[in-house]
């Protein structure tokens, strides 16, 4: 299974910032889209960025122009680079990796969840 382990989080402020980082291990993978999702307590999980092996990321429009993804694929690392962080920002962020994993000789689809970080407003 290809496990993601997250880093970052913690308390923030109004217009502060915030890095989170997440890094996938086990066995030979490739990763097609890796990203991260937000739940906030009642909530659904939403989607907060995610970007493709090629580089092109997807933003949800809540955080666009503040949070910036990137990706170093050689590394399996997906960084979230937040900025200017609000309230409504606080909630549990989980990585999100999905590719191919090989498997007995095969390539298999998979997908993966981290354990989520806490990112929790601060006044």
């Known amino acids: 299974q290809v496990q993601l382990v997250e880093s970052g989080g913690g308390f923030v402020q109004t217009g502060g910032s915030q890095r989170l980082s997440c890094v996938a291990s086990?066995?030979?993978?490739?990763?097609?889209?890796m990203g991260w999702h937000r739940q906030a307590p009642g909530k659904e999980r939403e989607l907060v960025a995610t970007m493709t092996s090629g580089g092109i990321p997807n933003y949800a429009d809540s955080v666009k122009g503040r949070f910036t993804i990137s990706r170093d694929n050689a590394k399996n690392t997906a960084l979230l680079q937040m900025n200017n962080l609000r309230p409504e920002d606080t909630a549990v962020y989980y990585c999100n990796a999905r590719g191919e994993r090989l498997v007995e000789g095969q390539w298999r689809t998979f997908e993966s969840w981290g354990q989520g970080t806490q990112v929790t407003f601060s006044s």
């Open positions: 086990g066995g030979i993978f490739r990763i097609d889209v």
